[in-house]
């Protein structure tokens, strides 16, 4: 089993930036896919991006695209998240999870960290 654990949440104010990291231990093979989804209060989880183990497919939600970039380093068992020109709209938990498959469906991901809090102020 794969154990992920993610940091680098904060308030921030809008415009500004956060970089998360989602470390994984323990059965790191199985990190196929990595992607990082959000959760605001009330609402489902929902996708923001995902990568490739090799790093050659990328994919991101409508709502992120060209403010958020994800990136992994296999040496470091790590995934990044990049995150600019943030917006109070971004306010939520931020997950990562594992998948074998290139999806945005949260179903098919498992081994989530325990999340970590952003909140982008006005």
């Known amino acids: 089993q794969v154990q992920l654990a993610e940091s680098g949440g904060g308030l921030v104010q809008a415009g500004g930036s956060l970089r998360l990291s989602c470390a994984a231990s323990g059965r790191t093979f199985v990190t196929n896919v990595m992607g990082w989804f959000r959760q605001a209060p009330g609402k489902e989880r929902e996708f923001v991006a995902s990568?490739?183990?090799?790093?050659?497919?990328?994919a991101y939600a409508d709502s992120v695209k060209g403010r958020f970039t994800i990136s992994r380093d296999n040496a470091k068992d790590t995934v990044y998240l990049q995150m600019n020109s943030l917006k109070p709209g971004d306010t939520a938990v931020y997950y990562c999870?594992?998948?074998?498959?290139?999806?945005?469906?949260?179903?098919?991901?498992?081994?989530w960290g325990q999340g970590t809090q952003v909140t982008v102020s006005s």
């Open positions: 990568i490739t183990r090799s790093g050659g497919t990328t």
């Open positions: 999870g594992t998948s074998s498959l290139v999806t945005r469906i949260a179903a098919a991901f498992r081994n």
